[in-house]
């Protein structure tokens, strides 16, 4: 079984890596692979409403992380997203790209396990995570919870280590998603739950 694991920040040894990180080590530790996608610093596309996602099978654009993050999806049994918090907020780029990922192959996400986490200097954590989560939960994705809210604190690269109790948190959601992976895929079928079909409502007819 495999984790893909989103590094949202454009520094490569950021905290937010050194996060998802404490949580790979664990995975590792219960016999779970993982793999860290990072973002990278190159412009990134918000999605134009086109619609030729259902037609093409993948986003219109080629030339940024979206369809490549698509692949290693696919090849995944969990999702962990992390963010640095910027204006309480994730970072806007990581916002294109899940929103643009998570539409156009919404069937590689449903029902695979996922946890969202934030790093901040000091506060807007918390906004920065239900904003990552709020995605999961549109997907029928398990959210992986850990002893407190996944969020670690550091500002300065290499900061988030001295953050004891975020580290522990960290831990704490490796140990969990292992958990329910095996729980999930110990199963002889795996056996998800069936869905009703979408029924929308609009408020203006």
């Known amino acids: 079984m495999k ?21 790979g080590k ?32 993948r986003c219109v654009f080629d030339d940024d992380p979206c369809n490549r993050w ?13 963010t640095p918090t910027y204006y309480g907020q994730p970072n806007g780029a990581l916002l294109a790209l899940m929103q643009r990922l998570l539409y156009s192959q919404s069937h590689l996400a449903m029902h695979k396990p996922a ?28 959210m992986v919870t850990s002893q407190y809210w996944n969020i670690v604190y550091g500002r300065a690269e290499g900061q988030a280590a001295l953050d004891s109790e975020g580290m522990q ?23 998800y739950p069936e869905s009703e079909p979408w029924e929308p409502m609009h408020f203006i007819r």
């Open 3 to 23: 984790v893909l694991m989103i590094n949202g920040s454009p520094r490569a040894n950021s905290n937010t890596r050194l996060a998802l990180e404490e949580v």
């Open 26 to 57: 664990t995975l590792k530790e219960n016999g779970i692979d993982y793999e860290i996608a990072n973002i990278g610093t190159k412009p990134v596309h918000g999605c134009i409403a086109c619609g030729r996602c259902g037609e093409l099978g």
């Open 70 to 82: 698509a692949a290693l999806l696919a090849e995944s049994n969990a999702l962990v997203v992390g």
């Open 115 to 142: 946890a969202g986490i934030a790093i901040c200097r000091r506060g807007g954590a918390t906004a920065a995570l239900q904003s990552l989560t709020m995605m999961f939960q549109l997907q029928h994705m398990p």
């Open 169 to 191: 948190t960290m831990r704490a959601l490796g140990r969990n998603m292992a958990f329910l992976l095996k729980r999930i895929h110990l199963q002889e079928p795996v056996q």
